[in-house]
């Protein structure tokens, strides 16, 4: 018997493998991987400059990786649209923002390409991404979402929209009234709710009285989800059936990613008020990376050799985004009165 004909045989013998249900191939596998450790590894050096008192304001996205990452790859980039919210880091890598970008942006340099420093960080934007500006107020990016997948609609294009929140924004009015509408006219937009238990200080249990966020998509006419949010694999097929689905005309999908961050809201929150250590260390051994790595060995598409070279690859990157970041000009003051008059 030829040797591709024995490997045919095995391969029929045994169950498909959980990506090759998933259709992603080994090289896409290694792709979610890299935006999800680099993800992590920015989030971290963040994290440290603002310790140092290089970086005023960070937002941490540790422990949301997989939810991010697993979602926005389910999008076509240069055609469909994102519109994130401040905690959505491993999104707009996904979608080409490079780590100098998003530092750029932390430092408040002149070249920052998401708002030339207007914002503060983590508020990021390219209309080349196809990356929506957002503001800091809660939810006010989901009618905006809306909206823009109303105009897609209208125009006939093959375009989707994913918006990004907490599940903390479910509880303002902006969500709900850009629910219903979105319900209405079928819009081709797909909801990600990142629940992570917290909205800021105050749990789940304080903000509604049902257990899951998906649930609520029923009353708004239109299909809900719940994710494993630490699960990067099961978060790209559930966004990418509802990506085909949108795409195809069917209307908008709620999506809930039960997931967990790990530091303070933001670098101006102690935690320690709200939440136990022992919480946050049990939490920790769901953490989406290692768990997808140890899929990764097992499947033999990389090695522990491969992590720690990819680990030492993007350190190395970090470390000449960060030299750059720290050596580039501020604005001028004269800069704060542009675009605010007409020239």
């Known amino acids: 018997m030829a040797k591709a004909e024995r490997a045919q045989e095995r391969s029929a013998e045994r169950a ?15 792709d979610l991987h890299r935006f999800m450790v680099t993800a992590r590894m920015l989030d971290e050096r963040m994290w440290a400059l603002n310790r140092q008192g290089k970086a005023p304001f960070v937002v941490s996205s540790a422990g949301h990786e997989g939810c991010q990452v697993g979602s926005a790859y389910a999008l076509t980039r240069g055609s469909d649209f ?4 401040y905690r959505d880091l491993g999104v707009v890598l996904v979608a080409g ?11 408040a340099k002149v070249e920052d390409p998401c708002n030339g420093a207007r914002q503060m960080p983590s508020h990021w934007g390219s209309r080349r991404l196809g990356i929506i500006n957002g503001s800091s107020p809660i939810a006010t990016q989901v009618p905006h979402a809306v909206g823009l997948a109303y105009a897609v609609k209208y125009r006939r294009e093959p375009a989707v929209v994913m918006c990004w929140f907490g599940e903390g924004a479910t509880s303002m009015g902006d969500w709900h009234e850009a629910m219903n509408f979105a319900g209405i006219h079928k819009v081709p937009v797909i909801f990600v709710c990142e629940n992570n238990k917290y909205a800021i200080s105050v749990p789940q249990t304080k903000q509604m009285a049902i257990e899951n966020v998906a649930d609520r998509a029923a009353g708004y ?14 978060c790209y097929e559930v966004t990418k059936a509802a990506v085909d689905k949108a795409r195809s005309g069917g209307g908008p999908t709620l999506i809930e990613a039960k997931t967990y961050r790990y530091a303070p809201h933001t670098s101006d929150d102690d935690d320690r008020t ?19 790595q140890a899929y990764l060995k097992e499947h033999g598409v990389i090695t522990e050799d491969g992590i720690k070279a990819l680990v030492d690859t993007i350190r190395t990157e970090l470390a000449e985004a960060v030299q750059y970041v720290d050596q580039a000009p501020y604005p001028v003051p004269e800069d704060a009165l542009r675009h605010v008059y007409a020239e």
């Open 16 to 30: 498909p493998a959980r990506h090759e249900v998933a259709n992603l191939s080994e090289a896409q596998l290694l």
């Open 221 to 234: 006419g239109f299909e809900g989800h719940v994710v494993d949010g630490n699960d990067v694999m099961a």
């Open 274 to 292: 709200y939440r136990s250590k022992d919480e946050v260390k049990q939490a920790r051994e769901l953490d989406p990376i290692p768990r997808f």
């Open 97 to 107: 923002l490079t780590m100098r970008d998003v530092l750029l942006g932390v430092y």
């Open 82 to 85: 994102c519109v994130p919210y």
